[in-house]
């Protein structure tokens, strides 16, 4: 129970309390000194009278400045979160124009019958208000958004609408919040310090509160958000469900947030576009496209080819001594048989089942190749390790900074996000295994570690090499 009580405390705003109290002593003080200023005045007390009038002046004075705006603006900053957009819609800009005309006449002419008339309006509108409020505070929003995500690939996602309230909510939408191009500005609240003089330095200065203050803040460019558009919900019903796929396709790899959403309705009469924003913040991180392109079938046989080549010669048990083919590499020759027939011959030995393939992705410095190039590399890569993840493969990877498993996925979440950086080649780090090496790189031929061409197939990202 102590615990309980150490923990509740602990969580209290102390400062807000403070102020609180503050205020109430203060303002009984001032009621004290009021009343006794009143009680001077009538027995006749002038000097006591204007005393006491000064200390509830001052005293009310100092809970004025002290207490009284901190907690208004902390009132004010917990009511911003659920706070609620308005746009005049073109049916609302005609009652309104209808409204007005009809004030002025009933102002004009003394018509009770027109003053009747105005009154039911403006009630509508009143009325219209409140029942678009009702229907979206008790609405709450859920999204579930599938774990893996391609570009260029739509997945499916399902956005729900719970009604929390006795009552049916009718005609919301789901949209996605207001956003504002980076530049601009807005009023928002933030903690600072009230002091006094303030043109003195904080130990010379008699007064220093802490304080919430309302700045001007530039909005910063935002990212790129999941949901576009908006979903429709005609019906919720009181304590129900409503649910609703969206088809979502994102154009390019990289990060993706969505900051919130908006509920908004037209109930009843459609004078207003009312929209609640609502914080549900969401983040996913899509990754670069697998599907084959022109790249693609251009390097798969070659890489294919050379791996199969790679395998193959990897064994330990002699097959047979055959004839030397073009395609066949000059370490497989078997110069003893060679000298005896006088024609090249090669060993060939039994294939073994494991096939290990080392994926590296040599990330280049920025304004090394092209962006276009880049984005092609990367989903090059990204297709390549796509393609050889079928189980019959065993795949690692490598690349700067990437400190993943062997598994794809990780692999691909690096090139999602990945960017071009200076940093040290990653191929003069890498080590010499028996892995044949898939190699994405921007280096000149001249610049590749020798040991690496033996077991390696190179593709380099800048098509102008």
């Known amino acids: 129970m102590l615990d309980q009580i150490k923990r509740a405390i602990a969580m209290t705003d102390r400062k807000a309390w403070i102020r609180f109290f503050t205020a109430m002593a203060g303002l009984v003080i001032a009621f004290g000194a009021a009343l006794l200023s009143t009680v001077l005045r009538e027995s006749g007390n002038i000097f006591g009278m204007n005393v006491a009038a000064a200390v509830a002046l001052l005293t009310a004075g100092f809970v004025g400045i002290y207490s009284i705006p901190y907690l208004a603006k902390r009132v004010a900053l917990e009511g911003m979160r659920e706070a609620f957009d308005y746009d005049v819609t073109s049916e609302g800009v005609v009652y309104l124009s209808i ?5 002025v006449a009933s102002l004009t002419s003394g018509n009770n019958l027109l003053f009747i008339i105005l009154a039911a309006m403006l009630a509508a509108i009143v009325i219209s208000g409140i029942a678009s409020a009702h229907v979206l505070r008790g609405l709450r929003i859920d999204a579930a958004i599938p774990e893996h995500v391609f570009a260029k690939q739509p997945v499916i996602a399902k956005l729900s609408l719970q009604n929390r309230h006795w009552t049916s ?3 919301v939408s789901i949209v996605p919040p207001k956003s504002q191009a980076a530049g601009q500005k807005r009023w928002e609240w933030e903690r600072g310090t009230f002091a006094f003089p303030p043109k003195r330095t904080p130990e010379k200065r008699w007064v220093n509160w802490p304080d919430l203050k309302l700045r001007r803040k530039e909005i910063p460019a935002a990212s790129d958000a999941i949901f576009h558009g908006s979903v429709y919900f005609p019906y919720i ?24 959403f908006g509920l908004a309705t037209r109930f009843p009469f459609s004078f207003l576009l009312k929209t609640r924003r609502m914080k549900l913040e969401h983040e996913m991180v899509v990754y670069p496209s697998v599907e084959a392109t022109d790249d693609f079938f251009h390097v798969l046989p070659m890489v294919t080819g050379e791996f199969e080549a790679y395998v193959r010669g990897r064994g330990h048990d002699l097959y047979r001594i055959r004839e030397y083919l073009p395609e066949d590499s000059a370490r497989m020759v078997d110069w003893k048989a060679t000298a005896k027939s006088g024609a090249l011959k090669v060993r060939e030995f039994t294939r073994e089942d494991e096939r290990k393939l080392r994926i590296v992705f040599d990330n280049p410095a920025p304004g090394t190749v092209a962006p276009e190039d880049y984005e092609a590399a990367i989903q090059l890569t990204a297709s390549l390790a796509w393609h050889f993840s079928d189980g019959s493969t065993q795949l690692s990877f490598a690349a700067p900074g990437y400190e993943g498993s062997g598994e794809v996925l990780d692999f691909l979440r690096y090139l999602a996000l990945a960017q071009p950086f200076a940093a040290d080649s990653v191929l003069n780090k890498i080590a010499v295994t028996d892995d044949y090496n898939l190699v994405v790189t921007a280096q000149p031929h001249g610049s590749l570690p020798t040991r690496l061409w033996a077991s390696s197939y190179i593709v380099f990202m800048d098509k102008r090499r």
Do not use: C, M, W
């Open 169 to 171: 909510s009718f005609s």
């Open 99 to 103: 409204t007005l005309l009809i004030g």
């Open 237 to 260: 019903a009181s304590r129900g469900k409503a649910h609703a796929d969206v088809e979502l396709t994102f154009p390019r790899r990289g990060r993706y947030v969505q900051n919130g």
